[in-house]
C-alpha cells in the first residue's frame, strides 16, 4: 500500500447501502434496534498509536535502511512518510487542504528526537479528529466523507506498524475495533485503490485466517511476509 489520501470513496456517489430480507422471512412488527454507534475515530487513532509507539521505538539506527512489506519504502523513507501522513490528516480533520506534494526528512530533521516527536503528531492527530465536527460533512481535495477520510490515516497507522514491525522483527497486534473499522473500508475502497496502484492485487488467504491477516491481504501485503 503506497497511500489512501487520493482513494475515492465507492459509497461517496449515492449508492445506498442496504440489506435484503429474505422472502420467506416473517415480518417483525416491532422495529429493529438501531445499531451501535461506531467508535469515534479519535478513540481508534488513539488506540492505534498506543500500539504503534512500542514499534516504532524499537528502531534502531542501523535498522533504518532495511526493507519492509512496502517494497518501494525501506525503514527510514516508511517513517517518513507515516510522518508526513499523520501531520497532514491533523489538517484534513480541520476541513482545510493537506500538502502532499513532497514527503519531509523528518528523521533527519528531529535526529535522536523522532520518536518523541511522532509521538507528539499522533497526539496532535488525536485531538484534532476529536475536535467537535471533525467527523462530519466533507474534506480533503476530492472532497469525501471526513469519517472516511480519518479512516485513512487509521489504516496508515495500523498497517503500516505492522510494516515496521515485520522489518524489524517486532511483534505486534493491533489495537482492538480498528481491524474492523478498516476491513470495511478496505473492501469499500480496494478496487478503485488498485486501478490506482495505491494497493496491490489481493493475495490469497486460507480460511479461518484471522482479521488483520485478511485486512493484509486485501491492501496486496503477504501476512508471512520476512526480510529474509
Keep these: 500500500m503506497n497511500d489512501t489520501r487520493d482513494i475515492p470513496d465507492e459509497t461517496h456517489h ?21 445499531a451501535d ?3 469515534p475515530l479519535s478513540a481508534l487513532l488513539d488506540a492505534a498509536a498506543q500500539e504503534a509507539l512500542p514499534v516504532l521505538r524499537a528502531v534502531r539506527d542501523d535498522q533504518l535502511g532495511w526493507p519492509t512489506p512496502c517494497s518501494e519504502y525501506d525503514v527510514r523513507a516508511l517513517l517518513n512518510h507515516l510522518f508526513q501522513v499523520v501531520v497532514a ?7 482545510k487542504d493537506a500538502d502532499f506534494s513532497h514527503t519531509p526528512d523528518r528523521l533527519g530533521e528531529y535526529g535522536a528526537q ?6 507528539d503528531e499522533t497526539a496532535r492527530l488525536v485531538e484534532a479528529w476529536a475536535a467537535p465536527g471533525a467527523e462530519d460533512g466533507l474534506t480533503g481535495g ?25 522489518a524489524i522483527g517486532r511483534p505486534y497486534a493491533p489495537a482492538p ?11 469499500r475502497m480496494a478496487p478503485t485503490a488498485r486501478t490506482m496502484n495505491v494497493f496491490a492485487a489481493p493475495v490469497p488467504v486460507p ?4 482479521d488483520l491477516d485478511v485486512l493484509l491481504a486485501e491492501t496486496g501485503r503477504d501476512p508471512h511476509w520476512t526480510a529474509g
Excluded: I, N, Y
Design 89 to 95: 490528516f491533523q489538517t484534513l480533520a480541520a476541513k
Design 177 to 187: 475495533g480498528c481491524v474492523t473499522e478498516l476491513r470495511a473500508l478496505a473492501a
Design 114 to 119: 523522532w520518536p518523541d516527536r511522532f509521538a
Design 14 to 34: 449515492g449508492a445506498a447501502a442496504h440489506t435484503a430480507r429474505p422472502a420467506d422471512a416473517p415480518h417483525s412488527p416491532q422495529a429493529p434496534h438501531p
Design 142 to 166: 476530492m472532497q469525501l466523507p471526513a469519517r472516511t477520510v480519518g479512516a485513512m490515516v487509521l489504516l496508515d497507522l495500523t498497517v503500516h506498524a505492522w510494516d515496521v514491525a515485520r
Design 207 to 210: 480460511p479461518g485466517a484471522c
Design 37 to 39: 454507534p461506531p467508535p
